[in-house]
Each structure stands twice: as C-alpha cells, then as structure tokens.
C-alpha cells in the first residue's frame, strides 16, 4: 500500500494585517488577472458569501513564538446546522474505530464478537444519510443541488472594483477572463453536485465548507518572525485572495484522503466478509472472528484525515456538534 504523508496545522499564529497598496501599469494588470481565480475557487460559495469577523488561516511550518493578542482571531466560521453532517460522519468513524478495536483485543469473546462485527457491517455499508436524516429531506437537497449557481456578490462587487482600476485598453481582456471563470467555476461545481449525490461522506464535509466566511481584510500568518520579516522587506506577503484558497486547498486535501481511507476500510471490511462466509461453505472454521488486522490501521487512517479535516474548526463548535450527534444517535438507539 502506498504511504501517504500528512500535513499538521500549526497551533500558534501570528496576527498580521495586509494592507492593499495600488499597483501601476502591467504590474496591477498582472496581479488582478492572477487574483481574481483565487477570489472565484475563495469566495464563491452558494449564491452568496457573508464577510463575518473571521479569519483565513496560513498553513506553514510552526513558528518558534507568537504575539498575543488581546482578542484571539477565530477561525473561519460557518453555522452549527452546517457542521452537523460532517460531525455525523466523525461519529460513525469514531465508532466504527472502537468497535474494530474491541474485536481485535478480545478474540475469546466470539459471541460478542459477532454483534460487533454486526453493528460495524450497519455503520459501513447500511444507507447513511449525514446531510439529511430521512429520505425525502435527502432528494429535496438533491433537487436544490441541481440548481443554477450563481457567483457570490463580494466576487463579483471585487472583480468590477478592480476591473475599474485598470487601464481601459485591459478592461475588456479582464472581462473575458472574468466569464471563463465563471464558466469553469459553474462546471466544477455541477460536478461536485454530481459526486456529493453518490457520496454522502463528501456531502457532508462541503456542506460545511461551502457555508464558511472568511474576514476579508486580514488573515493570521503562521511563521515565524525572522520569516514574516523576510516577507514583508522582500514584498512576499500573501494576498487575502491566495489564503482564503489555500485554507479552502488545505481543507479539500483532508477531505480526499478521507474519503480514499473509507474507500478503503469498506473494500477491506467487504473482502473479510467475503473470506468468512467462504470459509464457513467449507466447513472449515467454526464461529471464528472476523480478521481486523488489517481494518484498524486503515480505521484509525481514517479517523486521523477526519481529525485533521476538524483541525480547522474551533473546538468548542466541534464539541457543540458532537453533542448534538450524541444525543441523535441516544434517540435513534431509544426508539428501535
């Protein structure tokens, strides 16, 4: 199997604002044409994106010190209800984690070891809906989904700010360039619609980042000082546009390797499903446990890329939402 690396945020932050100073001639042109991708891959989200007291996060090596600030930065921010599905999905792999582990440390246990392995085929392979609970409420999302996107205001108000600002020999190339972006945004996001309908995992993660706002006036620069020094004498600070998008980038790149270690854990869970059933046609094995050798390490996998994926939220909203997938899944077990 291929080894795949992972990328840890760093904990501490250094509170920086950005400035945006005017730029002349072929220099303005060239940094609002390369911008203004990352406001559409940044800001664009759902018809419309609020601008909340929020920050952008830069994900680069651990400084060796941090300036306090009197009041902490949070970071970006999108509504409970939004977090709800993905912490639903954060729930079942939790679960599925310690249920695995329990069969792997008590292989005497075999009749408790069947109930186990009967509750883990349920959380993996049963229908699962994290962004809706019940099936209607579930197409009716799939109809919103196949609706007409539309860029968000602050794109579009930034885009025709900066469009003004240059030389009117280059406002019509710029607006040439602003409809193919617009048009690639708008098929990226029909295909994503597409692979959310079949993925309910994927769903529930882009629902709560679709939701997010970012503050658009100043962002948190995780380097050190000697580093942000060097960048501020050299000109090298990072536009809020390229932030928003690599916070956005950093967050996708968790998501897939999510979704590739489910994929994954499923395939392998299937294969030992298979192998018992196998070798219980031949008469060859008697109530012996399902082999989790190898299902953990691709569980426990998992459960760190959705860690890392939580890794950009606030810890109390994280908590705030697994309380609420607890007391759902206390209800569900309740009423059955």
């Not at 607006?175 to 993925?199: F, H, M, T, Y």
Request: hydrophobic share 35%.
């Amino acid at each position: 199997r291929k080894h795949r690396h992972t990328i840890q945020p760093s904990s501490t932050s250094i509170r920086l604002y950005k400035s945006s100073t005017p730029l002349d001639g072929d220099e303005h042109r060239r940094s609002f044409l390369q911008g203004m991708f990352a406001v559409a891959s940044g800001l664009v989200s759902g018809s419309m994106v609020g601008v909340a007291p929020t920050y952008a996060l830069v994900t680069t090596e651990q400084p060796s010190s941090s300036v306090a600030s009197a009041a902490a930065p949070r970071k970006p921010f999108a509504p409970l209800e939004a977090l709800l599905p993905a912490a639903r999905v954060k729930w079942t792999i939790d679960q599925s984690v310690e249920l695995a582990q329990e069969i792997q440390q008590h292989p005497s246990d075999v009749n408790a070891n069947q109930q186990r392995q009967a509750q883990l085929q349920n959380l993996l392979f049963a229908t699962r809906y994290f962004v809706q609970t019940d099936v209607a409420s579930t197409n009716k999302t799939a109809n919103k989904r196949s609706a007409k996107y539309e860029p968000a205001k602050a794109y579009l108000e930034t885009y025709d700010q900066n469009r003004k600002d240059l030389p009117l020999l280059f406002q019509p190339g710029a607006l040439l360039v602003q409809s193919g972006e617009i048009e690639s945004w708008r098929r990226l996001k029909r295909q994503e619609a597409q692979k959310e309908q079949q993925d309910e995992i994927r769903a529930a993660l882009n629902k709560y980042t679709q939701a997010l706002t970012f503050r658009a006036d100043a962002y948190l620069l995780k380097v050190s000082p000697q580093e942000r020094s060097q960048m501020v004498r050299q000109d090298k600070l990072p536009d809020i546009k390229q932030v928003i998008a690599s916070d956005l980038g950093m967050r996708y790149l968790y998501r897939n390797q999510l979704l590739t270690n489910m994929a994954e854990v499923k395939a392998e869970l299937a294969y030992q499903i298979q192998q018992q059933q196998q070798s219980s046609e031949k008469g060859t094995t008697k109530s012996k446990n399902m082999d989790v050798s190898d299902l953990v390490p691709l569980l426990l996998e998992a459960q760190t890329a959705c860690n890392q994926w939580f890794g950009f939220i606030d810890d109390d909203q994280v908590e705030a939402a697994m309380l609420v997938v607890e007391t759902e899944s206390k209800s569900l077990s309740a009423t059955s």
